[in-house]
């Protein structure tokens, strides 16, 4: 999963160099939600912090 | 004054080049294996360097105006945000007292907490970038500096995903605390794991 999540950023900074505007823009918002939802896959322990 | 902005942003990517070559130093050079959530804060790391990324490359194909930098930075801070998220939920993960924190310490601080600093200036750089946008659209030539420091962010990028790729292995998650090249580990078993015809003639492996 991560090593395709770095693939789709580099795919990301591709289409920025190709000049495909609309592409480049889907890709970096899909990149940025597949981060997102990784980093709630992994964020299951609980803080060791009382508040 | 095109050419200042593009300057920024040249040094924003350099910036960020340099603190993913630093993770990866420690990665390679001091043998600590990332944990999942470093390697989220990498990726957060990359994508607000494609921010100012973007921009050199817009500018190299024309002009470009208040809206082209305004969206290039508006990204920069959506990543920014996303990794600041990450790595202060991991900084609160060591915050209790006695923890020693998840690999070694850098210039004082853990790297997640360098990260934490760097997604700031981040946000506060692009933010300040965003107060004074051009009023009319500038073209500028880009030079080579600018497009191989975005080549530069490219290779880091591929680098990552080779590295992860080998620390993972043809597992879709990485373990919470990885202690070994999972895919190095796996290929080293099959070789050494007798094959089906070896098992039922009972001739040993070399």
């Known amino acids: ?51 | 004054m095109t050419l200042f902005r593009l300057c920024i942003a040249i040094t924003c990517i350099l910036a960020t080049c340099a603190v993913l070559l630093g993770a990866l130093w420690a990665q390679f050079g001091q043998g600590e294996f990332p944990c999942p959530l470093c390697i989220i804060q990498r990726m957060a790391m990359m994508l607000a360097a494609l921010g100012p990324a973007w921009l050199l490359c817009r500018a190299a194909r024309g002009p470009v105006d208040a809206h082209d930098f305004a969206q290039c930075y508006a990204c920069s801070i959506l990543a920014a945000l996303v990794g600041g998220t990450v790595s202060a939920r991991q900084v609160l993960l060591h915050i209790a007292p006695g923890d020693p924190g998840y690999g070694a310490p850098m210039f004082g601080m853990h790297l997640y907490t360098w990260a934490f600093v760097v997604f700031v200036v981040v946000v506060l750089a692009s933010a300040i970038q965003m107060l004074f946008l051009p009023k009319r659209s500038e073209a500028h030539r880009v030079g080579l500096g600018a497009r191989l420091s975005v080549l530069l962010l490219g290779a880091i990028i591929a680098v990552n995903a080779v590295a992860v790729f080998v620390e993972s292995g043809f597992h879709w998650y990485l373990p919470d605390n990885p202690t070994s090249n999972r895919l190095i580990e796996e290929l080293r078993s099959e070789v050494s794991e007798p094959s089906a015809g070896e098992r039922e003639s009972g001739v040993e492996p070399p």
Do not use: C, E, Q, Y
């Open chain 1, 1 to 51: 999963m991560d090593a395709l999540i770095f693939v789709l950023i580099l795919a990301t900074l591709m289409a920025m160099w190709r000049g495909k505007r609309r592409l480049a823009g889907l890709l970096f918002a899909v990149s940025l939600v597949a981060v997102w939802m990784l980093f709630k896959h992994h964020a299951t322990d609980a803080l060791p912090i009382n508040l």
